[in-house]
């Protein structure tokens, strides 16, 4: 959903009368590192889908480092306005799993209605290899508890840590975009008519 929430931040921010071209002078600090871990993160999950048997060890050092790198992104940048809320957020998804031996904990009813029978089985039989039932999961009031399938057009499940990086994104990005310091060039010139005699 993070595409959604890139939209609704921009539609806010062309409400509130906000320029888009503020975002692309939008300064990250240690952008470059969160490029890595949402990559390695992307690799992780395609790497466990099905019955693919990915060696613990690699999988949970994927895991950390990319969740390492995110809070580590998110805290140099903590001087943005509402950016605590995408690391409060991923503080949280992280402590989860972290208590779940590095699985995210999900609903079994959600994933029985989501993903089918077949996908359910394999789930049961623990072959799905980076989530685990929340039902007996530690801390599981931080795992993905919420599906909006009724209501949205695509299946997803969410924890609150979710949430709130969704949330903090918008306001990221509609407040960019509002931001009268935010030059529509950074660097500072100099007329040439005050060295005119």
């Known amino acids: 959903m993070i595409v959604e929430a890139i939209l609704i931040g921009i539609f806010i921010g062309l409400i509130r009368k906000g320029s888009i071209s503020r975002l692309k002078h939008f300064d990250m600090n240690l952008s470059p590192l969160l490029m890595v871990s949402m990559l390695s993160i992307v690799t992780i999950v395609v790497m466990n889908l099905g019955k693919l048997d990915m060696n613990s060890n690699i999988y949970t050092g994927f895991l950390i480092g990319s969740y390492a790198l995110i809070i580590i992104v998110l805290f140099f940048n903590l001087d943005t306005r509402y950016m605590f809320l995408?690391?409060?957020?991923?503080?949280?998804?992280?402590?989860?799993?972290?208590?779940?031996?590095f699985k995210i904990p999900v609903?079994?009813?959600?994933?029985?209605?989501?993903?089918?029978?077949?996908?359910?089985?394999?789930?049961?039989?623990?072959?799905?290899?980076?989530?685990?039932?929340?039902?007996?999961?530690?801390?599981?009031?931080?795992?993905?508890?919420?599906?909006?399938?009724?209501?949205?057009?695509?299946?997803?499940?969410?924890?609150?840590?979710?949430?709130?990086?969704?949330?903090?994104?918008?306001?990221?990005?509609?407040?960019?975009?509002?931001?009268?310091?935010?030059?529509?060039?950074?660097?500072?010139?100099?007329?040439?008519?005050?060295?005119?005699?």
Request: charged fraction near 20%; hydrophobic fraction near 45%; charge should be positive.
């Open 86 to 101: 995408p690391l409060v957020g991923s503080i949280m998804n992280f402590i989860c799993l972290c208590f779940n031996n």
């Open 107 to 197: 609903r079994s009813d959600i994933i029985l209605n989501m993903y089918g029978k077949d996908f359910y089985n394999l789930f049961e039989a623990g072959n799905i290899k980076f989530i685990t039932a929340a039902e007996g999961a530690t801390m599981n009031f931080f795992g993905k508890l919420i599906s909006p399938e009724k209501y949205y057009f695509y299946n997803v499940v969410l924890s609150v840590g979710d949430i709130l990086i969704l949330i903090g994104l918008i306001l990221i990005i509609q407040n960019v975009m509002t931001d009268r310091y935010i030059k529509a060039s950074k660097k500072i010139t100099i007329s040439r008519k005050l060295y005119k005699k």
